[in-house]
């Protein structure tokens, strides 16, 4: 399945991957999770919020237990994270069918839509929606860099943009989450471990910051005579590191946007997008507002700690062959569904150089399969 995955979206320039939300690669990697869900004879819903649900069984009748994850990838992504997720679901159901297995509750595999926000830039947009976190109005306000709204492109798509929001029917179907997704970082490296569990998601949020200038020519403005907003954008950055390291954070400014962008003009503005995560709250607030002093700054996402249910966790980690458990600084739909009450949890799967959101994003075959059947044997336990 991985293999049938991998031609979509990818730039044969880098090997990485393009797969934003609502894209004819986002579209047909919807199609492709549809396929394999009527050959496994699952039911597939889509959600007004562009979430795809299959089930084995009927969760109307009793909530049932889900796993999956997302198939839209960063801008020169890699191949696994999140397509490994739903993968590995899918993988996990022929398991249990192969052992004869009927579940005693329904069991659903999902796929998120807009998990990573890089197109409209706030992540998990599909389980925000669902939830309630993210409000309707604002979200489909957001534009992407080519000015369209996520209200036009949903309606590009034949979706009904009026109609996202929170959705309690969908909640109610879901009793328990699991997420498998391959590991952003070595801990399980470290640690000599196939497949690991989740403790906790570190709070983390994404601010835009906005410098305005005037925009000048480059040849003929004094450099007495300039107002230019790169000068304080890069002070900013070189502070954003200073800062973090000070308050033992990490903080990353990854997105750019000048205008007018011309190599021979002095900029007119400068927006840029940080990026801070830790494991303290106060920490990661504390390297935003020294940040901003002065500045334009406007809060985008905001995703506060999330600790998995211990009970849960340590239930999931035995059945897993007695998996370490380990935090993560990586946003998931997983902490998003805990944090709004659902049940979750989070199975991770070896990656031998800890790089991630790059095409050098890897995982072994053979920590694929054991991360499988350690799914498999969730599934098993919490379906009973």
Known sequence: MLDELARIGRDPATNGYVRDAWSAADLELREWFRGEA???????????NGNLWAWWGDPSRRAGVVTGSHLDSVRQGGAFDGPLGVVSAFAALDVLKNRDFVPGRPLGIACFSDEEGARFGVPCMGSRLLTGVLDPERALGLTDDEGDTLADVMAG???????????????????????????????????????????????????????????????????????????????????????????????????????????????????????????????????????????????ESWTPVVDFDAALRDRVAAVAGHAPVLPTGAGHDAGILASAGVPSAMVFVRNPTGVSHSPQEHAEPEDCEAGVVALANVLEDLCR
Do not use: C, Y
């Not at 050959?39 to 889509?46: A, I, K, M, Q």
């Open 38 to 48: 009527a050959r496994r004879g699952l039911d597939v819903h889509e959600d007004r």
């Open 157 to 299: 798509a034949g979706r009904k943009p009026q109609a996202i929001g929170r959705d309690d029917e969908t909640l109610a179907m879901v009793a328990t989450f699991v997420e498998l997704h391959v590991e952003q970082g070595r801990g399980l490296v470290e640690l000599g471990a196939p497949v690991g569990v989740a403790s906790a998601i570190w709070p983390h949020g994404r601010w835009r910051f906005d410098f305005r200038g005037e925009a000048n020519h480059a040849g003929t403005t004094r450099l007495v005579d300039r107002d230019d907003p790169m000068l304080p954008f890069a002070r900013m950055v070189l502070a954003a590191r200073e800062t973090a390291t000070t308050h033992g954070v990490v903080a990353t400014v990854g997105k750019v946007r000048v205008s007018p962008n011309n190599a021979n003009a002095v900029p007119g503005s400068v927006s840029a997008w940080l990026d801070v995560r830790g494991a303290r709250e106060e920490d990661v607030r504390a390297v935003v507002g020294e940040l901003a002093r002065g500045v334009e700054v406007s809060e």
